[in-house]
């Protein structure tokens, strides 16, 4: 089941939370949200299960939109909110019998349904507690369990691994990975490694706009268009170097590395290459190049690129 | 409807969980037990086989206990987020709100099967009129359910339960005793029209074994505004 954000708009009073943004996730596929705090990524994820209603813009899941078909929608999502709210007085199974029925799932199956859901979300010992009980690991699991209970088309996670340990969120994230093959997913998340190891697409959205959207690897290219590299030179008067890299046509900015002798980063005008000037230059001038090492750029980077200005 | 029936089952089931129903039902059993059996004007007093001192009574417990009741129902949800989790599964608001009125109502309609043996006792000591006594429990529930919708209502506009419970008071006791109060003070056409908003006119009317078309269509209009509020109340955050 694809879903469709069409030109959505959503104000909070003069400030526009979300402004006409539009993208689209086929099924199959998990996309990860990122942004700064208040970018938007909550918002557009409520308005998506119809918790909130757009000022503007449509969104389709399916063949279903939120203004004509909010029920069939709701039915076809599979939803774990920020903060993981749930009622802290229910036990587990008391909990997920409440969701299972209210998700319509035949009254027969309810039973296999909530043992298959405790044993993919390792629920086993702590199915009887009340809900309040339990650690948040595991009231997480709970939140996945529910969201998961009627076998969604379409999963839409606010924060999944929040508040779990290193060991779960490896979990979980396999979890997601294994069950994003048939379904459709979209997850949000500030920890960018974590996004980088789900996700087949990211959608990076700042202050209510998408600023970039791709693969990792196209939003490193993207914004790699000027090759990095960092190169050392031995048995040379390093300002002279500094110098001479300068002059060379293809590069841009060369920098001391400090704490290093006689290392520089260069970056390269957009679109050139200055690894073959810079090995030349070396030969010409008699000068030992001992390193030479094009450095990549981190998501973080990217993120920091995109979301500061 | 199933959806509705969800909602209710779970809100009754936690009434239980919580002990808030049994604190509900032993205070309302004991007040009204206490006023209509042992202390001030009660059946032996009036010397009258009637239940009218016990509905007397049970007209102002259930009054303070209502909004008890009603003030977490949707508060609470608003506070935790919860409400978030419940209105993304297949399910509307009117049906949330419904199924929460619905729970509320039960709860009442227990609390009074529970003083049926009143009935029998006194049925037992004299002459009574069947016909007063059944329609004072059909009063009863009108007035509850009249005040469970104005308690959702206010249950809906506040995370704080403590807010709610007071504003369900205060909008409760102008239906409950100022509108009739008022309305005695002055004459005219405004006198009657906040005669007629006084829960207590009709509920005495319906009391006395009158029911009259003009009472029932007062209180569930009576209900039927207090719910719209109340959805409305849950709409906003779409706002």
Known sequence: MDIIVKNLTKRY???????????????????????????????????????????????????????????EVKRHIGYLPENNPLYHDMPVIDYLVFVAELQSIEKTKIK??????????????????????????????????????????????????????????????????????????????????EVEATCDRILIINKGKIVAD???????????????????????????????????????????????????????KPELSSRKAIFKLCVDKGWILTEMTPIETKLEDIFRELTLN | MKQIWIITRRELQSFFDSLMAYIMLIAFLGFSGFFTWLFGADIFFVKQASLQSFFGIAYWTLFFFIPALTMRLLAEENRSG?????????????????G?????????????????????????????????????????????????????????????????????????????????????????????????????THFESISRGVIDSKDIIYFLSLIFFGLILAEAGLAKRRL
């Open chain 1, 13 to 71: 009073g003069a400030q526009r939370a979300v402004d006409n943004i539009s993208f689209r996730v086929k099924t199959g596929e998990v996309l990860g949200f990122l942004g700064p705090n208040g970018a938007g990524k909550t918002t557009t994820m409520k308005a998506i299960t119809t918790f909130l209603t757009p000022n503007e813009g449509n969104i389709t899941v399916g063949n279903f939109s939120i203004y004509e078909n909010p029920e």
């Open chain 2, 100 to 200: 929460k009125f619905l729970s509320t109502f039960l709860l009442i309609i227990i609390a009074l099967v529970l003083t049926l043996p009143y009935y029998i006792t006194v049925a037992n000591l004299g002459p009574i009129d069947h016909g007063a006594v059944w329609s004072g429990y059909l009063g009863l529930m009108f007035m509850s359910a009249a005040y469970i919708s104005i308690g959702i209502f206010t249950s809906s506009v506040s995370n704080n339960q403590i807010i709610s419970y007071l504003l369900a008071l205060f909008i409760g006791i102008f239906f409950q005793i100022i509108f009739s109060m008022l309305s005695s003070n002055i004459s005219g056409l405004f006198a009657e029209i906040l005669n007629y908003l006084s829960v207590s």
């Open chain 1, 214 to 268: 791709g693969t990792s690897e196209e939003l490193r290219k993207h914004s790699q268009g000027k090759e990095i590299l960092k190169i050392k030179i031995e048995e040379g008067e390093k300002n002279i170097i500094y110098k001479a890299l300068q002059e060379l046509e293809t590069t841009g900015i060369v920098d001391f590395i400090q704490d290093e002798e006689n290392s520089f980063e260069i970056q390269t």
């Open chain 1, 112 to 193: 296999d349904r909530i043992l298959e859901m405790i044993n993919l979300c390792g629920l086993e010992g702590e199915k009887h507690k009340k809900i309040g009980e339990l650690s948040k690991g595991y009231q997480q699991r709970v939140g996945l369990a529910q969201a998961l209970i009627h076998n969604p088309d379409v999963l839409i996670f606010d924060e999944p691994t929040a508040g779990l340990d290193p060991n779960q969120i490896v979990e979980i994230r396999e979890l997601i990975k294994r069950i994003g093959k048939e379904k459709t997913v979209i997850l949000s998340s500030h920890i960018l490694a």
């Open chain 2, 82 to 98: 919860t409400i978030e989790l419940l209105l993304t599964k297949p399910i509307n608001d009117w049906q949330v709100v419904l």
